[in-house]
Nanobody
């Protein structure tokens, strides 16, 4: 079992920055075999992928809507993944979720984030509200 705890959401103004955290725990979690993905869900919409990071390989992918503004990093000693969000806009207002995927990007030949259904564990969401 793996538990994911997302945090760091809040209310900010357009142009501001915010950093989300996703702390992973549980006996089955290992930085050597997991990747963490970030998703967001707009009101009334399905979740959409934002970014993902293969923890041991250091490979990250981003959705085009956030590329150049968002950066995903990790502190593997803390089993924590961060999503640094810069130049936030009102269109970024959503509930953000982190999820854990069992697999390695390079070994599997992945050139993009896993599909939503491929993630094995999900954390609770954290709300990001950007006022214009």
């Amino acid at each position: 079992e793996v538990q994911l705890q997302a945090s760091g959401g809040g209310l900010v103004q357009a142009g501001d920055s915010l950093r989300l955290s996703c702390a992973a725990s549980g006996p089955e979690f290992s930085i050597y075999s997991f990747a963490i993905g970030w998703y967001r869900q707009f009101p009334g919409k399905d979740r959409e992928a934002v970014s993902c990071l293969s923890l041991s390989e250091g490979i990250a992918y981003y959705d085009n809507s956030v590329k150049g503004r968002f950066t995903v990093t990790s502190d593997n000693a803390k089993n924590t993944v961060y999503l640094q969000m810069n130049k936030l806009a009102s269109e970024d207002t959503a509930v953000y979720y982190c999820a854990a995927f069992i697999g390695l990007f390079r070994r599997e030949g992945r050139r993009s984030c896993p599909a939503q259904y491929e993630y094995d564990y999900w954390g609770q969401g954290t709300l990001v509200t950007v006022s214009s």
